[in-house]
């Protein structure tokens, strides 16, 4: 094809990072040539006897070219170039200098709901069609121009509009290009709402820390203690009465500080009483409060009760299975009219408080008996929380260890590590006294500790002469399980000769999933020269290597 012919065609590419990604069959000399003539921002221009518009797409820079013979305002567009400016998944508007819409592709139809070619923009805006014209502003400014734009179909979009010169530097045209925005704008508002409740999390969070909620000792790694978490969180912002059931030292109270830190209530104060601490002549006194001269030895004055002093907040009746049963029937007042009577006088108080009680007895046997109401059980068992015992969930107890630890490094002073084959003693043991003892037993061990890091010896000598309930402890690197004879052999003898026949097993076991004495002591949480004596000592002559 000879230049005269081709030149009686119009012709496009479309070039991305200096790359042409689409083109017709346009020559690639003239191709290479239009490339070399334009000048980065440059929208239109003539080059080889061609008039050049640019137009900026998301596909990359659009080149068409029209032979300058052919060029004129009534043959406007082309059948191919109208398939390309389709093509492009942005609305597209072009207007001349007057503000006549000359070309609207299908896209922008759809973005805007009608078809606006031969209209002038100012008009369209005058019948709200638009909220404003992108092109009547570059007319204007006869600069690049940048909107939020809102159509008569309320959505949003962000248009920007280009001004294209011509060789005198008049405007001639002005190309738009349409973004919906829709879809951004619903992703800020679902951001604003996010950030709403960010706030409110992090007023919580503060509430929280506030009360010193950090100090909490409630460790909730188990799936069984998430659970009772997860119904803690539930209850806490709702009023009903709540009863705690649970043996001794499970941590009943801090189950109850938590329920207080995250209810309505938890700027107010919460106040503890322990029913079986208090004799019964005075615990009445305590808990409702006296007038002046109701007995001998009463305050002058009067005194106000518990229920008095913390309204507004919360009550929490500690061992409730040991209240009086005449006592009883008070607190049964206070729960269904919300009011209390001091001693000696019949003048009703109105109190605001919630209460909260807990029991390491089984109140529904105790009413079978007769010990305890039946109406102000079902009065306090609204919402009950029966909390699982250490045995019961015994991933908690290293984590609680470690907290432990942190707790006395911070109020003594002292840092303590406890070796892995002591934290599988204490792991294994049963704690009938759950948290508290095993509370106490880690202050106990690191107050009496000599070295930083505390051995098996050391814990055992500290468990003293309670039965060590030792269960298949598992090996966490290879998931193998301790032989069972070890157990068998841990169940007879005196404490010295338990520990002894435990110790010697774990040495055994270590040394059998080891290929070398370094890599045992490291495993069993000793110095390898330690282990060398060890292995003396119990005669454990099998052949072992030294070296890693």
């Known amino acids: 094809m000879s230049t005269v012919e081709l030149h009686k065609e119009e012709q496009f590419f479309i070039v991305n990072n200096h790359e042409v990604i689409v083109k017709n069959d346009i020559q690639i000399e003239l191709l290479e040539k239009i490339k070399e003539k334009y000048c980065k921002g440059k929208e239109s221009f003539e080059a080889e006897g061609y008039f050049v518009h640019v137009i900026e797409t998301l596909q990359g ?38 503000g006549k819409i000359l070309f609207q592709n299908d896209n922008d139809i759809e973005i805007v709901g009608m078809d606006l070619m031969g209209r002038y923009a100012k008009d369209v805006i005058a019948e709200g069609v638009m909220s404003d014209s992108i092109s009547m502003k570059v007319i204007e400014s006869k600069e690049k121009v940048t909107i939020l734009q809102t159509f008569i179909n309320g959505k949003c979009f962000l248009v920007t509009g280009k001004p294209i ?6 405007l001639q045209y002005v190309v738009a290009i349409t973004r919906d925005m829709t879809e951004l704008k619903l992703l800020e508002q679902e951001v604003q709402k996010l950030e709403v409740q960010n706030e409110n999390f992090k007023n919580k969070l503060q509430a929280l820390h ?8 409630l460790i909730s790694v188990s799936p069984a203690m998430m659970e009772v978490v997860k119904r803690v969180m539930r209850v806490a912002e709702v009023e009903s009465t709540v009863l705690i059931g649970g043996e001794s030292g499970v941590g009943k109270e801090e189950i109850t500080k938590l329920i207080h830190a995250y209810s309505r209530r938890s700027d107010k104060q919460i106040l503890t009483i322990n029913c079986s601490a208090i004799p ?24 106000a009760g518990l229920f008095e002093i913390a309204s507004g907040g919360t009550v929490f009746l500690d061992e409730i299975g040991e209240m009086p049963l005449l006592l009883q029937a008070k607190l049964l007042r206070v729960l269904q009219e919300s009011e209390v009577q001091r001693i000696g006088s019949g003048k009703p108080i109105p109190i605001d408080v919630r209460i909260i009680a807990a029991t390491n007895r089984n109140l529904a046997e ?51 590590m406890i070796e892995t084959s002591a934290m599988k003693i204490l792991e294994a043991y049963d704690w009938p006294g759950n948290v508290r003892q095993l509370k106490n037993m880690v202050e106990r061990i690191c107050l009496l500790a000599t070295q930083p890091e505390i051995t098996v010896n050391t814990v055992q000598q ?7 309930i030792v269960r298949d402890i598992e090996n966490t690197e290879h998931k193998q ?32 999933e080891h290929p070398s004495i370094r890599q045992a002591a490291k495993s069993l949480g000793c110095d390898q020269s330690t282990l060398v004596r060890k292995i003396q000592k119990y005669q454990l002559t099998r052949h072992i290597s030294y070296e890693d």
Do not use: W
């Open 462 to 468: 500290e468990l003293d002469s309670n039965p060590i």
């Open 280 to 303: 019964e002549t005075l615990l009445e006194s305590e808990l409702f409060g006296y007038e002046a001269g109701s007995f001998t030895g009463a305050v002058k004055g009067g005194k």
């Open 481 to 512: 399980s301790v032989p069972e004879q070890m157990a068998t052999t841990m169940l007879s003898g005196t404490l010295k000769e338990q520990l002894a026949a435990f110790e010697k097993q774990m040495i055994k076991q270590a040394l059998s």
């Open 210 to 217: 506030n009360k010193k909620s950090r100090n909490s000792n």
């Open 366 to 416: 105790m009413v079978r008996q007769g010990g305890f109401r039946e109406d102000l059980y079902y009065r306090l068992n609204i919402i009950p929380i029966e909390i699982p015992t250490l045995r019961q969930r015994r991933e908690d107890i290293i984590p609680m260890i470690n907290h432990f630890l942190a707790l006395i490094e911070e109020k003594y002073g002292i840092h303590r």
């Open 61 to 98: 820079n659009l080149f068409y070219l029209r032979p300058l013979k052919q060029f004129s305002e009534i043959d406007f567009m082309n059948p191919l170039l109208n398939k390309v400016l389709n093509s492009i998944s942005d609305g597209i508007t072009i207007c001349d200098r007057n």
């Open 165 to 170: 010169f011509d060789e005198a530097g008049e």
